[in-house]
């Protein structure tokens, strides 16, 4: 539930109904609007009771939130959230970010091409998967632990911060200790253990949408890591799977203002996955930049035709010179939401 209180509602008025609330067991989050206060309730497993609030003085509106998300929500946190990673900052309004490297870590020498090449070109962050989701057993699995150590010494080489994936709670610690991001694969969006876990760990998430994931379901997957206390995520559109086969998946851009609307978490858009072919990365990065997105997520190859995973998706290094030249002269909306 939401508590309006009214215009010139008295920090007394205000601290009896916060009062209130604790005594039903639940938990008070104060709003400050820039007209009036709203007080958030949390802790609450159903319909919150109107009764204990009927005659408090100062309440304007109680609005019961049927969504499954709270935390996440603008009604929650009207202002937008900066999430820091590695010293780069990504939030609705600021400068895009780039995120770029290789589909998978697939040796030592390939991710310090790629950090060099992706470096060069503007990119601020580095990816690169060691412990990678295939959806097939046969294919390459990812270089696991020595995999996050070649990319920990490429993040280092070119000094840029790294994200990268974790698929299994007993990941979490030894990859926190050395990534600056964590990301959330799409397969494991709804992975509530996971998602549970990976809030109680101080650093930044990056959530990826499941592939048939609506959006309340995708908020409600980043509210799970939000309640355990991790406010650092990031929401990632990356293509969901629809009738359509021409494409890897369908890029659902609409999500980016609308998600602005709703969250004051940072979206960003991954045309890699989403589209599955780099000709069509260039244009639709483009496109997230202009509708808003706070940065984009693009695989990068040093030699895409060799690589082990998503190398059809994978700009090569001219390619991605290409994308950043193009996306320097791309207007952002970048204004902050009315
Ligand atoms: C990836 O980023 O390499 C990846 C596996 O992404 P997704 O979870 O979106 O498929
Ligand atoms: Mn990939």
Redesign the pocket.
């Known amino acids: 539930m939401l508590i309006v209180m009214e215009h010139g509602a008295t920090e007394e008025q205000i601290a009896v109904v916060v009062e209130a609330v604790k005594v039903l067991g639940l938990t008070p989050q104060p709003i400050p609007g820039e007209n009036r206060v709203a007080i958030g309730v949390l802790g609450n497993q159903g319909y919150v009771d109107e009764e204990p609030f009927r005659d408090l003085p100062g309440i304007q509106d109680l609005i019961h939130v049927t969504k499954p998300y709270k935390l996440v929500s603008r009604d929650f946190h009207p202002g937008d959230s900066v999430v820091c990673v590695g010293g780069v900052e990504i939030g609705w309004g600021r400068e895009p970010v780039v995120i770029a490297g290789p ?2 870590v697939e040796s030592r020498e390939q991710i310090l091409a790629a950090a060099r090449v992706v470096r060069a070109a503007g990119a601020k962050i580095l ?1 690169g ?1 060691a412990f ?2 295939r959806t097939g057993p046969h294919t390459f699995q990812g270089l696991g632990y020595e995999g996050l150590e070649y990319l920990v010494e490429a993040g280092r080489a070119v000094g840029l911060p790294i994200v990268t ?1 974790v698929m299994r709670i007993d990941q979490l610690d030894p990859v926190a200790a050395l990534a600056d991001c964590l ?1 959330i ?4 969006m709804q992975n509530f253990d996971l998602l549970k876990e990976v809030g109680r760990i101080g650093k930044p998430v990056l959530l ?2 499941g ?1 048939s994931a609506t959006l309340e379901e995708f908020l409600a997957a980043a509210e799970y890591i939000l309640l355990e206390g991790n406010a650092q995520v990031i929401l ?1 559109e ?1 293509g969901i799977r629809t009738f359509e086969r021409a494409l890897r998946n369908t890029l659902d851009l609409g999500v980016v203002p609308y998600l602005r609307q709703v969250t004051h978490l940072p979206v960003i858009v ?1 045309p890699s ?1 989403a589209l599955g072919r780099r000709d069509l990365v260039i244009p639709m990065s483009k496109a997230a930049i202009v509708v808003g997105a706070a940065g984009i ?1 693009v ?1 990068v190859h040093p030699d895409p035709a060799r690589a082990l ?2 190398g059809p998706q994978s700009l090569d290094p001219a390619g991605f010179a290409h994308l950043m030249r193009d996306l320097r002269a791309t207007p952002s909306i970048g204004s902050p939401v009315a």
Do not use: F
């Not at 694969?185 to 494991?188: D, E, K, Q, T, V």
């Open positions: 589909c998978a990816r998967g990678k989701p994936e990301q694969g799409a397969r494991n990826k949408r592939i990632c990356r991954d996955h997520m695989e995973c998503d």
